[in-house]
């Protein structure tokens, strides 16, 4: 059984770097994650949402509710689709998305957003915007600079097979502070509209 101490030891204050998207809405906490990947991890995110993975899986080893068949911590930190379905973005080819990142806690690294197939756990196409160094430097929020917290990024073509149907793909902010060696990722669910069903641009809240 997951002991409670070493919850509390994991969780213990430390100097991390925290982050997730806010624009659009991102994927969150439900009742799915629960039976998915256990209580640790449920009370982890749901205390800490900027949570990072490598903490994530030192409680996955130590809880023996965690399913790592249904629970995958290196995509969108084991965050189930189903607590999210009503979140789902409909964006069509060539749409200019604005992206809004909360960096809480910055620690100097890489970065990058791109499609990634759920079903796979692998990229689809080319990134969408990559730093490959001096991502989120600084001490504090307003130390990062403006351009790496809120930006735009073009939906690629060649995703109406791909991720035409909700669930199938998400988009994904991925930053590894490199010297704190933390992990952090944020997933927005979205799906590509037919011509004849699109209507531009949405934001579901």
Wanted: proline share 5%; charged share 15%; hydrophobic share 40%.
């Amino acid at each position: 059984m997951f002991s409670a101490i070493a919850t509390g030891l994991l969780l213990a204050p430390v100097v991390l770097s925290h982050g997730i998207i806010t624009t659009p809405p991102s994927r969150a906490i439900g009742p799915a994650i629960s039976t998915a990947c256990g209580q640790a991890i449920t009370s982890a995110i749901k205390s800490d949402n900027t949570s990072y993975v490598e903490q994530l899986t030192k409680l996955a080893s130590a809880d023996s509710k965690f399913n790592p068949a249904a629970c995958d911590l290196y995509l969108c930190k084991g965050l189930q689709f189903s607590d999210n379905s009503a979140n789902v973005q409909t964006w069509k080819a060539g749409d200019v998305v604005p992206i809004k990142i909360w960096l809480r806690i910055p620690h100097e690294g890489i970065a990058n957003v791109s499609i990634v197939s759920t079903k796979q756990n692998k990229k689809v196409g080319d990134f969408l915007k990559l730093w490959t160094a001096g991502y989120a430097p600084g001490k504090s929020t307003n130390d990062v600079p403006l351009s790496q917290r809120e930006f735009s990024v073009t939906v690629p073509s060649g995703l109406e097979t791909t991720c035409a149907n909700a669930g199938d793909c998400v988009l994904q902010w991925w930053w590894l502070g490199t010297a704190a060696k933390q992990t952090y990722e944020s997933c927005v669910d979205f799906k590509i509209a037919g011509s004849a069903a699109y209507q531009g641009v949405e934001f579901t809240a």
